[in-house]
């Protein structure tokens, strides 16, 4: 989560004002920024107002991407040229959002108060959080309404344009700071990489390989979760557990930001698997292939039972028969299970990040638990409604 602080937690949970700003930037740096409701070009002095629109965010590869709506009173925003402020590609749009706390006296009209030698007296009554760094990727005008969509820094790692090796024995840290600083454009190269004793095993990948799944395959040895946080630097952290201390205790009673839950038994839409056929492509002969099933008849997954319902997976890291029997086995306790979901709205906290611990305790529905925030929608205009929170699967078995 990001750092906030406890006046900004109690003021989610009362009546208060939210508050919102973007910044643009260039090459990295900030050239225009909307201030009390005004972003203007300082190039055309054009204004825009009225932000809306949300940010999404998930643990895919990509996890925050934006779709944003300004007001552009002057119909002439459109970018038609790399120079414009709000070009595709070289354009980032920085989103703040935030809120005036639950106490603080309604602004005053006129100017500041000032203080001794007549210098404006500042008050903090304000609190504001980034939500996101996004790459413009596309902008379209329905006059008056100009839409941009764009996705984090993630986005700028596409295909490897030749074979990329990493050497067996390389430290996991040192392999991951080299491949982001080699294909990440350094105005947007800003490094969160904590150290690691953990090393790499030779690791080759093609051609036009994606190469932000390979930066999380290097991620992955040194046990990290690998994504780029609200300002834009490409952050490894542990991967949460639900063993974590929670960021955020919701719960029910006076002054709770939770509504309440939704939970669901089930496969969530997506397959259910009973088994598991691994394929070890790495030998000189052959393809090995490895098998196994669900065999406990106390399990929701028995294969005798259920039928079998196969997962195919691969690697080419598999040689030996032995191999791809472990492997299959392995993967076999990984993906059994009935997902079992829940949902947790709440109102808006736009600290949260992707994998932050929450303890939800509901007593209707016999919840009182750790769970991981998955993902969730950050609607950036108040009227826009709550902030639902969908929890990683716990899994029956």
């Not at 990001?2 to 004002?17: F, G, I, K, Q």
């Not at 643009?24 to 002095?45: I, Q, R």
């Not at 690697?315 to 392995?330: G, K």
Request: net charge negative.
């Amino acid at each position: 989560m990001w750092p906030v602080s406890d006046h900004y937690l109690a003021t989610l949970a009362r009546s208060h004002m939210r508050l919102s700003y973007i910044e643009v930037l260039k090459d990295g740096v900030v050239v225009a920024t909307e201030n009390a409701g005004v972003v203007v070009d300082p190039a055309t002095d054009l204004p825009v107002s009225s932000i809306g629109g949300s940010v999404s965010v998930d643990r895919s590869t990509v996890r925050r991407a934006m779709q944003l709506q300004l007001l552009d009173v002057s119909g002439l925003l459109l970018p038609n040229d790399v120079s414009d402020l709000l070009a595709p590609f070289t354009t980032e749009i920085r989103i703040w959002v935030g809120l005036r706390y639950w106490d603080a006296p309604l602004p005053a009209l006129g100017p500041p108060p000032t203080g001794t030698g007549g210098s404006p007296t500042l008050q903090v009554e304000t609190e504001y959080v980034p939500i996101g760094t996004f790459v413009v990727t596309d902008v379209s005008n329905h006059y008056p309404q100009l839409s941009l969509q764009g996705s984090d820094r993630m986005w700028v790692l596409a295909g490897f344009p030749s074979i990329y090796q990493i050497a067996a024995g390389t430290n996991a840290g040192d392999a991951l700071v080299t491949l982001l600083g080699t294909f990440v454009p350094g105005s947007r190269l800003a490094l969160n990489i904590p150290d690691t004793e953990h090393t790499t095993p030779t690791l080759s990948f093609d051609v036009n390989t994606s190469i932000a799944d390979a930066a999380h395959t290097v991620a992955q040895v040194a046990g990290w979760q690998l994504y780029c946080d609200p300002m834009g630097t490409f952050t490894a952290t542990d991967e949460p557990s639900t063993d974590d201390d929670p960021v955020l205790v919701l719960a029910p009673g006076a002054f709770s930001v939770m509504y309440r839950p939704d939970h669901a038994v089930g496969t969530s839409g997506g397959e259910l698997y009973t088994a598991v056929v691994f394929t070890g492509e790495g030998g000189t002969t052959a393809p090995v292939r490895g098998y196994a099933e669900d065999t406990d008849p106390n399990s929701l997954t028995y294969a005798a039972r259920v039928g079998v319902r196969p997962y195919f997976e691969s690697s080419p890291l598999v040689t030996t028969q032995a191999q791809a029997d472990l492997a299959a086995r392995t993967t076999l306790r990984r993906i059994l299970g009935v997902s079992d979901t829940i949902a947790v709205p709440i109102v808006p906290n736009f600290a949260l990040e992707s994998g932050d611990i929450l303890h939800v305790t509901d007593p209707q529905q016999n919840i009182d638990l750790n769970l991981v925030a998955d993902s969730f929608n950050l609607p950036i205009r108040a009227a826009d409604g709550m902030q639902t929170i969908n929890c990683r699967s716990r899994v029956v078995r």
